[in-house]
């Protein structure tokens, strides 16, 4: 009798728990109330992330302090600057506010950080400031997870692959790759938090041979001819456009549409630890068969990431 009875208590006591568990994750999920703090490449990374949460039955609030080609340093300098004066414009480069009075609209459940990609294989640029905005994040959102955004390697054709060292170039993507990993593992380990694979999932793609993009060697790019661009199938990155003045420019650094949609991807798993895979969304722009692996690819980054650090 009194086993039957602490065998019910227990079924009951199990039952609590699972229930207040299952409630504190609906609650959560009421709204996810996100916050980055980047440059382009997190503007890029996250340009889907919305309408891949909606899908997905989430409700999801983006806050941004953003800046073209803007380094954790200067990050913090404009945080710096307002602290020393709050009336200092270069204290408020945000649109004309702070990273302070950003942070303190209300609470936020995840805020990222993440380096500039031509300083990201250098890990001497990461410090001291990474370890700084961490401590200044924390001191107005001490509840905040936060997280480090990896970005990725530039593409295969680049003139130019970043710094990995004092005047020290990289020579090649995957030498980027390599190097910015690294640097950003070190970092997230140094601050003991988590990290947004975004760069691991590019380089699943770029590294395939069967999805890897490939340079059109039948395009005359020393001559070429308004409006025809090279073929740039599987391209994760921006790659050649012609602009306003009828030139032929090349962007090997920021996003195409299909490395947007596997950023988002990338960003959609980790934020809600749920599979893309079933997502309908995908850009018109990326053929069925192509966004069927890029979801494929972005879960398998993730869920490597996870294993990793379990």
Not at 13 to 30: D, H, M, N, P, W
Not at 72 to 81: Q, Y
Not at 110 to 125: A, E
Not at 252 to 263: D, Q, R
Request: proline share 5%; with cysteine; hydrophobic share 35%.
């Amino acid at each position: 009798m009194n086993y039957t009875k602490n065998l019910a208590h227990k079924v009951f006591i199990t039952a609590f728990v699972l229930l207040s568990y299952t409630g504190f994750c609906q609650e959560k999920r009421e709204k996810l109330r996100l916050f980055i703090i980047g440059n382009s490449f997190s503007i890029n990374a996250s340009k889907f992330l919305p309408q891949l949460a909606k899908e997905g039955g989430h409700d999801l609030e983006i806050g941004r302090a953003e800046l073209g080609g803007c380094p954790l340093e200067r990050h913090w300098s404009i945080a710096e600057a307002y602290e020393a004066n709050p009336n200092d414009p270069d204290g408020k480069a945000y649109n004309g506010k702070s990273l302070k009075m950003l942070l303190s609209n209300g609470r936020w459940d995840v805020v990222t950080i993440q380096q500039y990609s031509r300083f990201s294989g250098f890990i001497d640029t990461y410090r001291p400031y990474a370890k700084k905005l961490y401590d200044y994040i924390k001191s107005i959102q001490p509840d905040a997870k936060i997280v480090i955004h990896q970005t990725w390697a530039y593409r295969s054709d680049a003139k130019n692959f970043g710094l990995v060292g004092r005047d020290i170039q990289a020579q090649t993507d995957k030498e980027m790759y390599e190097k910015s990993r690294a640097a950003y593992h070190t970092i997230a380990d140094k601050l003991n938090v988590e990290i947004i694979p975004t760069g691991d999932a590019f380089y699943g793609i770029t590294s395939d041979p069967a999805w890897a993009f490939k340079k059109d060697t039948k395009f005359d790019y020393a001559k070429p001819v308004y409006p025809a661009t090279p073929a740039d199938v599987y391209s994760l990155h921006a790659g050649y456009k012609w602009d306003k003045d009828k030139k032929l420019v090349f962007d090997p650094n920021h996003a195409s549409v299909a490395g947007e949609y596997l950023g988002s991807l990338v960003w959609y798993q980790f934020l809600f630890n749920q599979s893309p895979k079933n997502l309908n969304f995908k850009p018109e722009q990326v053929p069925e068969k192509f966004a069927k692996q890029l979801k494929k690819v972005a879960a398998s980054a993730v869920s490597k990431f996870k294993m990793l650090y379990e």
